[in-house]
């Protein structure tokens, strides 16, 4: 997987985004201040301009690009994340101009844990982290991972959150989705998108650096 693969990854990523912005922002809006789906919208927005204008040319350039530009776009505490996530993983896979499926895991699981410790959380405290944490595991197959995080999200719904604005809701945060959770199950959905090729390219399945 080069640097192009990883543009294609995060322009799927911000057109996933952009077409579920209405849905993230409705599960927002029960848990925490309905702004989830119109912050990530503008931030991914500008990563898709910040990668055309500056065309890094390693993957490790792009995701670093991708984090920066999302902390300085994103309000809240999902720009943050969002870049915290981005920058470890590209930082992680260092000046490469390719890397396999297995070095994105083993970075993106770096990624997924200074996320952990950025925010204070774990599995089971109904954050992003519950769709993120099984996700890599499933790495390199993107369509286990992909499956691994949608089913992740949608196990938030019963749980009480225990981190994030939702806490402050204590039992009324049952019944609802985490947005974080389901926003992080979009940008895992668009890897298997890259991988697979069903953005009108050639896939396989798998993340293994034939990409």
Do not use: C
Not at 91 to 109: S, T, Y
Not at 139 to 163: F, H, I, N, S
């Amino acid at each position: 997987m080069d640097a192009g693969f990883f543009r294609r990854w995060l322009a799927l990523a911000a057109a996933a985004v952009d077409r579920d912005a209405g849905r993230l922002t409705d599960l927002d809006s029960a848990v925490g201040d309905a702004d989830h789906g119109s912050n990530l919208r503008r931030g991914f927005a500008a990563v898709t301009a910040a990668l055309d204008e500056q065309e890094p040319d390693t993957p490790g350039a792009v995701l670093q690009l991708a984090g920066r530009t999302l902390v300085s776009k994103v309000g809240g505490a999902s720009g943050p994340l969002y870049g915290t996530l981005l920058r470890r993983t590209g930082k992680a896979l260092g000046d490469a101009p390719e890397v396999g499926g297995e070095e994105l895991r083993d970075a993106l699981r770096e990624g997924v844990e200074a996320v952990a410790r950025l925010g204070g959380g774990a599995a089971g405290d109904k954050t992003m982290l519950d769709a993120l944490l099984p996700a890599v595991d499933a790495l390199p197959d993107t369509a286990a991972a992909r499956t691994a995080a949608l089913g992740g999200a949608e196990a938030t719904v019963p749980l009480q959150a225990r981190k994030g604005r939702a806490s402050y809701l204590g039992e009324r945060s049952k019944g609802h989705m985490d947005p974080g959770a389901a926003s992080s199950a979009l940008l895992i959905g668009a890897l298997d998108e890259a991988a697979n090729g069903t953005d009108g390219t050639d896939g396989n399945g798998t993340v293994d650096g034939d990409g």
